[in-house]
């Protein structure tokens, strides 16, 4: 009778022993936009008027990997000029910006549209559209658009006639998350 | 009311959400001075053979003899150089006029055109032909064209010399002031 008591006592307890508890714990992830833009100073847009084809032509100067985005999302940049400095008191309309995908760009270039040709706005106008992306700029590890911007630069004699010296055109760039 | 409210919240924070943010570039523009000047070798032949050319002046036409690029004004001048052969010399019997080119697109504003202008010697002081105030480009058409109309001779001026040719040359320079 005993080892009865004694056996049931231990079966008992191992059936307690054998009881599970469940708990969780919640990860709360929140995507937050993100977004970093940088554009380069490149020598090429230091430009000399000095002959006759420049004067008829313009100059054509390309900032490769002018532009750099890194968006968590679809965005837009454009464009528009600042305030411009020389006594020739250059027109920015002057001005014409073609961008296109940045030689050493290894971000996503899905449902990127380009501008061409485009004319810089006068400051205080409003800024020009010159990318616009769809989606974000990850693909898999790669982060960031790069992106390359050729400027035509007083293309038909537009600048015969004014005065001779330095002039200074900002560009002023923005980007904004759709 | 409060489904309201939350609705003006989420449309004030979709605006938030879109950040934007702004970089610039610098175009650094120089002008600088640029001129090309060509004169071409016109097709007339003037020579002093017949009695109403002794009589009166050879007048020969050089159509679009001078071409000038310039990004800003600029002056023709001309200037004899020096004689060679043993025919009769020229000083003070040859008068150049300027004129718009037969083919001239470039920009004719502020051009100022001298007529019956008598060429100096060799050893003179050059003369101005063509002023012109503003740059040669019009648009898209960069180049300024000069006809130059020759008087050579003068009444008897030549009736007694050798018959041999001359050749004197025209010498013309383009300045920008």
Known sequence: MKKIIFLIAFITVSIISNISFAQTANANITLSDVLSFSVSQPSALDVNFDTEAKYNNGITSLATDHITVVSSRGYVVKAIAGTVSGAAALAPGSVKLTPAIGASNAGNTAGITYGSAVTLPVSGGTAATVITATNTSWTGNNSTNKFNVSYLIGAGGTYAGKATGLNVIPVVYTVTQQ | ?177
Request: hydrophobic content about 40%; glycine content about 8%.
């Open chain 2, 1 to 177: 009311m409060r489904k309201g409210l939350i609705l003006i919240v989420f449309i004030i924070s979709s605006f938030i959400g879109r950040t934007t943010q702004a970089q610039s570039a610098n175009m650094s523009i120089t002008l600088l001075d640029a001129l090309s000047f060509t004169i071409n070798e016109p097709i007339f032949l003037a020579n002093s053979q017949s009695d109403d050319k002794n009589d009166n002046q050879i007048r020969a036409i050089a159509s679009d003899h001078i071409c000038v690029v310039s990004s800003r004004g600029y002056v023709v001048k001309a200037i004899s150089g020096e004689r060679s052969g043993s025919g009769p010399g020229i000083d003070g019997l040859v008068q150049v006029s300027s004129l718009i080119g037969t083919t001239n697109k470039g920009n004719t504003i502020g051009l100022v055109l001298k007529s019956d202008v008598v060429l100096p010697p060799a050893n003179g002081s050059a003369v101005t032909l063509i002023t012109a105030s503003n740059s040669s480009w019009n648009g898209k058409f960069s180049a300024n064209k000069f006809d130059i109309a020759y008087k050579i001779g003068n009444k008897y001026a030549y009736i007694d010399k050798n018959a041999t040719p001359s050749t004197i040359p025209v010498i013309f320079s383009v300045i920008q002031p």
